[in-house]
């Protein structure tokens, strides 16, 4: 095992929060370390925004950006600062006592006295032919309607969303905004999403359903996704339809394994934190970006939250040092009122120095 340095603060992820965070706290003068991980999930640094072609809806980039770029920039950005990047993925955190300990997967080990987790989650993907990385996965197909659906080659496409659930009726009511067409394709024969979702979804003129179906196959002009093999789970036949765009919508995973149920996490295991705050259930521990936020799953939110953390770290190791300060104090005083009373209780002063040492264990 390496020597264990100790740090004040702790980064783990690598996307909008997590160096958000890293920007505000090296501003602060605390000099983080951030753990970026090595395809940590399966993503590389940057997480989920790596996967996306174009951002066109981060403030500041008015002509967009592309996703590993912009990425890059957020590195750049932190350590301009002073941020030092580990590229090691963390394995775990030590949450038992005070300070935390961290070990990462090439043995690079540290304590903190406080932790930011903005390790993401990942969107879930099927393993479809035609689907996959390398094939037209971001070239037709993509997890993230919102990020992705208002892209130039959506524009009046039919566009298909697998899923029966609140996000797959959602991200299919956004897309109709962009496509001529939005089908979606669940492969049972009944939603699972709310009542009311449902309805805003069947009462869409421009959305069509194929219930109990499945996609097989994406297939294109080796540029781009151009249609979809679909097969009915009822009658095994398949057939191929028209589909300029294929959106995944079966949820996201939050990437919290290493955690081993440390901090407490909701039944989708999302971290929770407290109202209007990113603290966790384990003071000294706080949680930004999509790991806690089920909910928007956007860039510029999570670099919302990866500010409050950084602000709240802050607080938090003040209000540590304020508390350590204080037991110092509370020690002087101690030792004083004990050499008053050895000396039949006449007040006894001593040079600064001479107090100090005392409260090392000098012997007067």
């Known amino acids: 095992m390496t020597d264990v340095q100790h740090e004040k603060v702790v980064i783990i992820g690598s996307g909008p929060a997590a160096h958000t965070a890293a920007i505000y706290l090296s501003r602060a003068e605390l000099s983080p370390l951030m753990y970026e991980g090595f395809l940590a999930a399966g993503v590389a640094a940057g997480g989920q925004l790596t996967t996306t072609t174009d951002v066109e809806n981060f403030p500041g980039f008015p002509d967009g950006v592309g996703g590993q770029e912009i990425c890059d920039l957020f590195r750049r950005q932190s350590e301009r600062f002073g941020t030092r990047i580990l590229t090691e993925t963390v394995t775990t955190v030590d949450m038992s006592s005070r300070p935390f300990q961290i070990s990462g997967e090439s043995g690079t080990n540290c304590t903190a006295d406080a932790v930011v987790l903005a390790t993401g989650a990942t969107a ?89 179906h499945v996609v097989e196959e994406g297939k294109g002009n080796e540029k781009l996704l151009g249609s979809i093999v679909v097969k009915d789970l009822k009658t095994e036949e398949t057939r191929e339809i028209e589909c300029g765009g294929l959106f995944f919508a079966i949820g996201h995973e939050p990437n919290v394994k290493f955690l081993n149920g440390q901090v407490d996490l909701d039944g989708q295991n999302y971290i929770i934190t407290k109202p209007d705050s990113t603290e966790t259930s384990v003071p000294g521990v706080f949680a930004a970006g999509d790991v ?30 304020d508390g350590v300060e204080e037991v110092r104090e509370a020690q002087v005083e101690g030792e004083v009122d004990s050499a008053e009373s050895a000396n039949g209780g006449n007040t006894i002063v001593f040079p600064i120095g001479e107090a100090e040492g005392m409260t090392t264990g000098n012997k007067l």
């Open 124 to 212: 879930r993907r099927l393993d479809i032919k035609g689907c996959r990385d390398g094939e037209y996965w971001q070239r037709g197909v993509s997890a993230c309607a919102v990020c992705d659906g208002a892209a130039p080659i959506f524009k009046n496409k039919v566009l298909a969303v697998i899923g029966g659930g609140d996000s797959a009726m959602e991200e299919a009511q956004f897309l109709t905004k962009f496509a001529s067409k939005v089908i979606i394709v669940h492969r049972r024969d009944q939603l699972r999403a709310s009542k009311i979702m449902q309805r805003r979804a069947l009462n869409n003129p421009k959305i069509e359903f194929l219930y109990s």
């Open 292 to 321: 806690q936020d089920k909910k928007w799953r956007q860039a510029v939110t999570a670099a919302g939250t990866g500010c409050m953390a950084a602000l709240e770290v802050e607080g938090y190791l003040e209000e540590l040092s």
